[in-house]
């Protein structure tokens, strides 16, 4: 089974950063893409960012030029460089893959969230 562990979240001011890290294990897997999810109270999950093991990036219109995903050199973890962040950032985010192993093929999975909360 993958693990999949959030990290860097918290409280932040209105025009703050705050990097998210997203590591994954064992490193025996394959990590096909990454994405990072939020979903804030009321509102529907949305998608924030997508890498590929390919350095195919895609960003959501929620993003508005302000994040950058990336993914470390080894391909076995992901961060989200979060710049100038507002209110509406604030929501739970969710680090989810695809993991590829012989035995099993490909299936996702989804770390538990971390909270970030922005203040205005």
């Known amino acids: 089974q993958v693990q999949l562990v959030e990290s860097g979240g918290g409280l932040v001011q209105a025009g703050g950063s705050l990097r998210l890290s997203c590591a994954a294990s064992?490193?025996?897997?394959?990590?096909?893409?990454w994405r990072w999810y939020r979903q804030a109270p009321g509102k529907e999950r949305e998608l924030v960012a997508t890498?590929?093991?390919?350095?195919?990036?895609t960003y959501g219109d929620v993003v508005e030029g302000r994040f950058t995903i990336s993914t470390h050199k080894d391909e076995k973890s992901m961060y989200l460089q979060m710049n100038n962040l507002k209110p509406e950032d604030t929501a739970v985010y969710y680090c989810n893959v695809d993991a590829y192993v012989t035995w099993a093929g490909n299936k996702e999975y989804w770390g538990q969230g971390i909270q970030v909360t922005v203040s205005s």
């Open positions: 890498i590929t093991r390919f350095g195919k990036i």
């Open positions: 064992p490193s025996y897997y394959t990590f096909n893409w």
